[in-house]
């Protein structure tokens, strides 16, 4: 090779080298220059990172202290499919550690274009940490809490329920969630390029979720479910229900529906089973209505307890002719024997005596059509006819509890306002919020002492060897109360089932010094009188309620007896 020829190519690569370094040299230049910024910002982003640090949701306690809804550890697992080497390995030990389905995960995980896919959502801490033993890549690990309740299936429909993300979606967990949930923090940290934490720029506090204790006693609470599944059971019936309320605060002690179920499986529970029916539905309470118009007339004076009255078997009201529940002669009642035989005929006289308009004052006056105001969501007023659409026949309905529609917490709220001297005291359930006042329950006087004392004395005569409610008679105490059947309504709205019945008990005991106001309904029984298949089912609550509270007899047994 000539020399002329070898300087030719020497300077031929030292003009490419030179080209090259002018190259490399402006790409230098235009990075460091134009591109610096957006380039050191996501190099930023890549390594630095802002993390959630959930709150803890409060608990909720019953009155007390015994937790009904609390928070447990639990553990995130997720997989980054760009950062597994085998996305068969990962789903094969998900399955085998957490339990999860490798055929459905694995798909996931074969999707390269996916960055993050749940293995599963607070999975058991246990289970979590023996995968995180296999030091698998691209698989990752978080804390979260689980909401847990810890009685199961006790008080499930006022408790409600929170979701995955422990929002409430039901119920005290759903009234409750601004207080219950707190506010979560935030930390922004800087990993390393296998993402482990190196650094930590800023961290902002979370704010824990506040505590909630409840006027529920949880031990009255499982009892008044056992003895609703029992009446269930005894008698066919489609559903039931029971309110236990303290008549001198208005607190809660119980309010239990059933057919129940486990607030820990309520994804899989139907969705009738998950409402609280003694708020949010209605019945016609028949007889049990009858306080109403008794209390009226006795009220304005136009009777006294002793005041007698000649009752055929029926009364015509308009176009109507009503009778008795069992056919009897033409009789010789006083207003206490009306009440303690439950006569539908005496009730009707007593509310003509009354008056449409007075008798709808009254209506008005214990609460009905309106709601108690209860600190529980989706409560619902009720149905009462507006005075200017009665129709000649409807003074002949509504004493006898037909034409109008209550709740079970609105009838509760009614008879403790007798139990309770006159004064009627907002029902409510939230005892305090921890951190917060407490609430204030509003206070009406409804009747004067002398008439509630009156009315209470009448209702005792229910419970005794002539009237409807003997079966609900504790040994040892003084029971007041009142039984009560009426036909359900068709749905169509074309007159009543002559099949289908709602039997009811509502009373409160000692009569003298009363201390618990109990309610129990029960929907479709195959035998429908209140005082056959509801006062038993008091009964039984009232004597397990007297005897939990170490509530003193105020009857000799002989009496009761």
Avoid: C
Avoid at 15 to 31: D, G, N, P, Q, S
Avoid at 314 to 325: C, K, L, P, T
């Amino acid at each position: 090779m000539s020399p002329k020829l070898v300087n030719r190519r020497i300077r031929l690569l030292f003009v490419i080298l030179t080209i090259a370094f002018a190259a490399t040299l402006a790409r230098a230049a235009w990075l460091q220059g134009v591109r610096a910024e957006p380039l050191s910002r996501l190099a930023a982003t890549q390594q630095r990172q802002t993390v959630e640090l959930p709150a803890r949701r409060g608990t909720i306690f019953d009155r007390n202290g015994v937790p009904l809804a609390l928070g447990e550890q639990a553990t995130t697992v997720y997989a980054d499919p760009t950062q597994l080497k085998s996305a068969r390995t990962v789903a094969l030990a998900a399955e085998r550690t957490l339990g999860v389905d490798a055929e459905s995960i694995y798909p996931e995980l074969q999707n390269r274009k996916r960055s993050f896919v749940y293995l599963e959502r607070k999975a058991d801490s246990t289970k979590a940490d023996a995968l995180r033993a296999r030091k698998l890549p691209g698989v990752g690990f978080y804390a979260e809490e689980r909401r847990r309740y810890p009685q199961g299936g006790v008080a499930a429909q006022v408790l409600g329920f929170a979701g995955q993300d422990n929002q409430g979606l039901a119920g005290l967990e759903l009234s409750l969630d601004s207080s219950l949930r707190g506010k979560p923090g935030k930390e922004t940290v800087i990993r390393d390029p296998f993402g482990r934490v190196v650094d930590v720029l800023s961290e902002t506090a979370e704010r824990q979720g506040r505590d909630v204790f409840l006027t529920l006693d949880h031990r009255i609470q499982a009892q008044a479910e056992v003895v609703l599944r029992e009446t269930i059971r005894r008698w066919h019936a489609k559903a039931a229900s029971a309110v236990v309320l303290d008549p001198r605060s208005g607190e809660v002690l119980a309010m239990a529906a059933a057919p129940n179920f486990d607030a820990n499986r309520f994804s899989t529970t139907r969705p009738d089973y998950l409402r609280n029916r003694t708020v949010t539905d209605t019945y016609e309470p028949g007889s049990t209505f009858k306080l109403i118009p008794v209390a009226g007339a006795v009220s304005e004076a136009l009777v006294t307890p002793q005041s007698a009255f000649t009752l055929a078997p029926s009364i015509r009201v308009a176009d109507r002719v009503i009778h008795e529940h069992d056919p009897r002669p033409t009789v010789r009642m006083t207003v206490a024997d009306i009440v303690a035989e439950s006569s539908n005929v005496g009730a009707i006289t007593l509310a003509e005596t009354l008056g449409s308009e007075r008798l709808a004052g009254w209506i008005d006056r214990f609460g009905f059509g309106r709601r108690t105001g209860i600190d529980f969501p989706g409560e619902t007023p009720g149905i009462v006819l507006p005075l200017e659409r009665w129709s000649g026949s409807t003074i002949g309905n509504l004493p006898i509890g037909h034409g109008i529609a209550v709740t079970p917490v609105q009838m509760a709220a009614a008879y403790a306002a007798v139990a309770n001297g006159g004064v009627w005291v907002q029902p409510h359930l939230v005892e305090h919020v921890v951190g917060r006042a407490r609430p204030t329950a509003k206070r009406k006087r409804i009747l004067s002492p002398q008439i509630a004392s009156q009315l209470a004395t009448m209702l005792t005569g229910v419970v005794s060897e002539h009237g409807t409610g003997l079966a609900a008679a504790i040994p040892g105490y003084h029971v007041a109360g009142k039984t009560g059947t009426a036909a359900k309504a068709l749905p169509d709205g074309g007159g009543y089932s002559t099949s289908k019945y709602v039997a009811s008990f509502v009373g409160f005991v000692p009569a003298t010094r009363p201390r618990l106001v109990i309610l129990v309904t029960v929907d479709e029984p195959t035998t429908i009188w209140g005082g056959v298949v509801a006062a038993p089912a008091f009964q039984e609550l009232a004597r397990f309620a007297l005897q939990y509270l170490e509530v003193p007899p105020d009857a000799p047994v002989s009496a009761s007896g």
